[in-house]
């Protein structure tokens, strides 16, 4: 399988506190990596650093061909390549859901409106919400609102797509919604980096966990390292449950 995202010791400071020290993992292309860890663990600011949200100060990212720590970057093309969902939905209240992802879509790729309306309820359909492409955010409950944020991503076609506490703001029943959006994709061959406190969907969907604690990579393996961890951070995350 051929790699879509190589990290190298990448080490990242906000001011004096360093919240990323040597941190270096893998994803291959078609696989599901998810990212674990205590709040202030660093994995999220390890996912924005992929799509250079945030910059590193030392080590090295290659993602989807390209070299995203190299000073000329064209970050409009490694967005292309790259969706990102995070855990407030950011959509636009007076643009209808179509309108909604149609955006980007015209906006940065210069597609034609038809086209873009195609696309727009072809990801619709994929989440399993074609029939709401009329309405408006507000009109939608918030489980409803995350799945057109997944969508406005797909939209655009990317390579990979991140996931950052996507569910962490919304009732299980809705969480559930979200998940199983995101496991179709996964079965569909979306390669996936998801930051998530959802074990049971980590367990089920993820290829690769990897466990970050103090900003390091502190394990990282296939799905079973949770259910049989090598390291008492480890053990003692997964027993509390998180």
């Not at 190589?6 to 004096?16: D, L, P």
């Not at 799945?147 to 919304?170: G, K, Y």
Request: aromatic content about 4%; overall charge neutral.
């Amino acid at each position: 399988m051929s790699q879509i995202v190589e990290i190298k010791n990448i080490s990242k400071c906000f001011g004096s506190t360093r919240v990323l020290e040597d941190v270096s993992f893998t994803v291959n292309k078609g696989s599901v990596v998810a990212i674990i860890g205590q709040s202030g663990s660093g994995k999220s600011t390890a996912l924005r650093c992929i799509d250079r949200l945030e910059t590193v100060d030392q080590g090295h990212i290659r993602v989807c061909g390209h070299e995203v720590t190299a000073p000329g970057l064209d970050l409009h093309q490694l967005r292309r390549d790259v969706g990102i969902v995070f855990q407030s939905y950011n959509l636009f209240p007076h643009l209808t859901v179509e309108e909604n992802i149609m955006l980007a879509p015209r906006l940065v790729q210069k597609v034609k409106k038809t086209e873009a309306r195609e696309r727009a309820l072809q990801v619709l359909t994929q989440v399993g919400l074609a029939e709401k492409a009329n309405n408006y955010p507000s009109q939608l409950s918030g489980g409803q609102q995350q799945r057109v944020a997944i969508a406005r991503s797909l939209a655009m076609q990317p390579q990979l797509m991140l996931f950052d506490e996507v569910t962490s703001a919304l009732d299980p029943q809705l969480t559930g919604e979200v998940l199983r959006v995101m496991e179709k994709l996964a079965a569909d061959g979306m390669t996936m980096i998801l930051v998530t406190h959802e074990m049971a969907f980590a367990r089920k969907v993820a290829d690769e966990v990897v466990f970050m604690h103090k900003g390091r990579v502190w394990e990282h393996g296939p799905a079973s390292i949770l259910d049989n961890p090598a390291t008492t951070e480890l053990r003692d995350f997964v027993g509390n449950g998180l």
